[in-house]
């Protein structure tokens, strides 16, 4: 995983909806040998987004990039990895608004949630 360059865009939530910090992320990241940039490069192989359904994910699909969500990321290429908790809100990368994300329906533990809702 040492050749990994990573960016994410949108805030983190891993597969139950809880947020991530992103500099929690980058941590966990980094102790996983993997090197994670602030915007797409020439040498970006991974981009990891809150939503795929975007014209910035379409745009790195078109480059030949991976586009994964934080769920997917997360499960592929840091299990086992330690994620901290907790830390300071940068309102700008880890503040999430339940009401734009898209929920995956593809397992029944999201359409669970949505029936609570």
């Known amino acids: 995983m040492s050749n990994m360059r990573i960016v994410f865009t949108g805030p983190a939530v ?3 909806g809880r ?5 929690n992320l980058i941590k966990a990241c980094e102790q996983a040998g993997m090197e994670v940039h602030c915007g797409v490069r020439a040498d970006t192989t991974v981009l ?3 939503r795929i359904d975007t014209a910035k ?4 699909t078109e480059r030949g990039l991976t586009v994964m969500t934080y769920p997917q990321f997360i499960g592929t290429y840091l299990r086992g990895t330690e994620i901290a908790e907790g830390g ?5 990368t880890s ?3 339940l009401d734009l994300l898209v ?3 593809t397992e029944v ?5 949505i029936d609570q809702r």
């Open 88 to 92: 300071e809100v940068n309102p700008y």
């Open 14 to 16: 891993d597969g139950y």
């Open 109 to 113: 533990r999201h359409r669970e949630l």
């Open 19 to 23: 947020s991530i910090l992103r500099a």
């Open 95 to 97: 503040k999430v608004d």
């Open 57 to 60: 994910a379409a745009r790195a």
């Open 103 to 105: 929920p995956d329906f």
């Open 48 to 50: 990891v987004a809150s």
